[in-house]
């Protein structure tokens, strides 16, 4: 069993900066890759942000290239996300979640990924 604790969400204005954390334990974590996805009321969730077991595979969604930025710590078994320039459509609640595989390849189905973290949100005000 892998657990997932997301922090770092807030309120920021449009323009501004956050980052997120998920710091996991439970398993070897350099086992897993991980990513970030996010949900607004009414939709899907959407992955977002995904890094493979050792950081050489990423993987962004167009709406977030070049404002966020997905990076790992193996060392320290935490994922982040560093989300710059937010809009108010960024307003979700985020999660993290970890597909268990070691591999070059990342997934994007969240049917994919194996564990999940409770969520931290994130509102972007105008």
């Known amino acids: 069993q892998v657990q997932l604790v997301e922090s770092g969400g807030g309120l920021v204005q449009a323009g501004g900066s956050l980052r997120l954390s998920c710091v996991t334990s439970?398993?070897?974590?350099?086992?897993?890759?991980m990513g970030w996805f996010r949900q607004t009321p009414g939709k899907e969730r959407e992955l977002i942000a995904a890094?493979?077991?050792?950081?050489?595979?990423?993987y962004y969604v167009d709406s977030v290239k070049g404002r966020f930025t997905i990076a790992r710590d193996n060392a320290k078994s935490t994922v982040y996300l560093q989300m710059n320039s937010l809009k108010p459509e960024d307003t979700a609640v985020y999660y993290c979640?970890?597909?268990?595989?070691?591999?070059?390849?990342?997934?994007?189905?969240?049917?994919?990924?194996?564990?999940w973290g409770q969520g931290t949100q994130v509102t972007v005000s105008s």
């Open positions: 890094i493979n077991w050792n950081g050489g595979s990423t």
């Open positions: 439970g398993r070897t974590f350099s086992n897993y890759a």
């Open positions: 979640a970890a597909e268990f595989g070691r591999s070059s390849a990342i997934p994007v189905q969240a049917y994919s990924y194996d564990y």
